[in-house]
């Protein structure tokens, strides 16, 4: 049997991350979560204030920074627009877009990916899909829950 110390040395990995265990997240926040992203889906211009304003009217009373932290969890943030966006550095490289009057009239021709998260009862799993423009067909896709790791 190997020790701990071999075993990191093997894999090239700091001994701390051997003895890592991650934590459970608490049923309230996956409550919160359920309930922030209801809020969300409904009103995507909501920031942190404004949904912590609606958990509390609907009587779950939370804090500002645990509705900001479970939101960057989550992946979502407020949908406003943002300053000079459309103003690009003088330096930078403007690439084309390629598509622009192509005629899509085949099989393999473009393809695109996207990436969605899907509530689950303890959770969120996140889902990637390749998708062909033409056939509308999904070539490949991948669930992962990477991100809603336990705090």
Request: charged share 25%; hydrophobic share 35%; proline share 6%.
């Amino acid at each position: 049997m190997l020790t701990i110390k071999r075993q990191s040395e093997l894999l090239e990995l700091p001994r701390s991350t051997l003895y890592y265990q991650p934590c459970i997240d608490n049923p309230r926040n996956i409550a919160l979560m359920h309930l922030m992203d209801e809020i969300y889906t409904q009103n995507p211009e909501y920031g942190s204030r404004r949904i912590r304003f609606e958990l509390n009217a609907i009587g779950h009373p939370v804090g500002r920074d645990l509705v900001r932290t479970l939101m960057r969890r989550m992946g979502i943030e407020a949908v406003y627009p943002k300053p000079n966006l459309s103003k690009g550095h003088p330096e930078h490289k403007i690439y084309p877009y390629l598509l622009r009057g192509v005629k899509i009239d085949r099989v393999n021709q473009v393809w695109s990916t996207d990436i969605t998260y899907i509530r689950m009862v303890n959770g969120f799993l996140y889902l990637t899909a390749v998708i062909d423009w033409y056939s509308r067909y999904v070539l490949s896709w991948k669930i992962s829950n990477l991100n809603s790791r336990k705090m």
